[in-house]
């Protein structure tokens, strides 16, 4: 098996499906879509599908794990919507929660309108995101039918489509003989998005923060010069 040199050894790809095989498998993934964030979803769906080609640990056909692990995605999502349209609100409303926060579910909204239910798909190949989506959907209202149809588009293109390219990706020796470095990063490259939008909210931030007149310890330029004639 592979050790991936990222996180807990109890969370890394070859620890759980070694220990708890396909229903392992399924259990991460329907936690990762919609309950829980820092999984191992990108990299535990590459080595499925590299484990499938090797028939080592799993022993079920391709066609099936596929099936199973889009199941499970899909049904995560759901679970994840119901969350945020029950609970979402109240979670969001609560005056002292830093991680709730009413600007953030806005915020989500806004972007929701901007990218519309595209979102929900490219969700799923960004870590953290593709956990709290469903619930920003959930809470901002997004019509049931349009979420359902692109979390089935969404469910499918990333259980299928990660774990197939570990399948065939995996038979390759190269990526037999690099498979730690290849799987970092992948994990590496998921979290580029995140990293991206993190450092753009603050960039957006500072120059909010700028716009009000550039004022400062001594009160803006404006205030500064009035005080100066007098």
Same mark, same amino acid.
């Given at each position: 098996? +592979?050790?991936?040199?990222?996180?807990?050894?109890?969370?890394?790809?070859?620890?759980?499906? $070694?220990?708890?095989?396909?229903? %392992?498998?399924? *259990?991460?993934?329907?936690?990762? &879509?919609?309950?829980?964030?820092?999984?191992? %979803?990108?990299?535990l769906l590459f080595t499925?599908?590299?484990?499938?080609?090797?028939?080592?640990?799993?022993?079920?056909?391709?066609?099936?794990?596929?099936?199973?692990?889009?199941?499970?995605?899909?049904?995560?999502?759901?679970?994840?919507? @119901?969350?945020?349209?029950?609970?979402?609100?109240?979670?969001?409303?609560?005056?002292n929660s830093k991680l709730?926060?009413?600007?953030?579910?806005?915020?989500?909204?806004?972007? @929701?309108?901007?990218?519309?239910?595209?979102?929900?798909?490219?969700?799923?190949?960004?870590?953290?995101?593709?956990?709290?989506?469903? @619930?920003?959907?959930?809470?901002? &209202? @997004?019509? +049931?039918?349009?979420?359902?149809? +692109?979390?089935?588009?969404?469910?499918?293109?990333?259980?299928?489509?990660?774990?197939?390219?570990?399948?065939?990706? %995996? #038979?390759?020796?190269?990526?037999?003989?690099?498979?730690?470095?290849i799987l970092v990063g992948?994990?590496?490259? $998921?979290?580029?998005? *995140?990293?991206?939008?993190?450092?753009?909210?603050?960039?957006? $931030?500072?120059?909010?923060?700028?716009?009000?007149?550039? $004022? %400062?310890?001594?009160?803006? #330029?404006?205030? !500064? !010069? !009035?005080?100066?004639? !007098?």
């Amino acid at each position: 098996m +592979y050790t991936l040199a990222l996180g807990p050894e109890w969370l890394s790809p070859d620890y759980l499906i $070694s220990h708890f095989g396909l229903i %392992g498998i399924l *259990v991460i993934v329907f936690a990762e &879509s919609g309950l829980f964030a820092f999984l191992p %979803g990108d990299s535990l769906l590459f080595t499925a599908g590299l484990l499938v080609a090797n028939g080592e640990y799993i022993k079920q056909p391709l066609w099936l794990v596929c099936t199973l692990i889009t199941i499970a995605a899909i049904v995560g999502d759901q679970v994840g919507y @119901m969350i945020g349209k029950y609970f979402g609100p109240k979670l969001f409303n609560r005056p002292n929660s830093k991680l709730f926060k009413r600007e953030n579910l806005d915020k989500a909204h806004e972007f @929701m309108e901007k990218h519309g239910p595209k979102a929900i798909v490219l969700a799923r190949f960004v870590p953290i995101i593709r956990t709290f989506a469903p @619930m920003v959907a959930g809470a901002g &209202s @997004m019509k +049931y039918r349009t979420f359902l149809t +692109y979390n089935v588009i969404g469910g499918i293109a990333w259980g299928t489509g990660i774990t197939v390219a570990g399948y065939w990706l %995996g #038979q390759i020796d190269f990526i037999k003989e690099n498979i730690e470095p290849i799987l970092v990063g992948i994990v590496l490259v $998921s979290v580029i998005p *995140v990293v991206v939008e993190v450092l753009k909210a603050r960039k957006e $931030s500072r120059a909010a923060a700028e716009l009000p007149g550039q $004022s %400062g310890p001594g009160g803006s #330029q404006g205030e !500064r !010069r !009035r005080h100066a004639k !007098r």
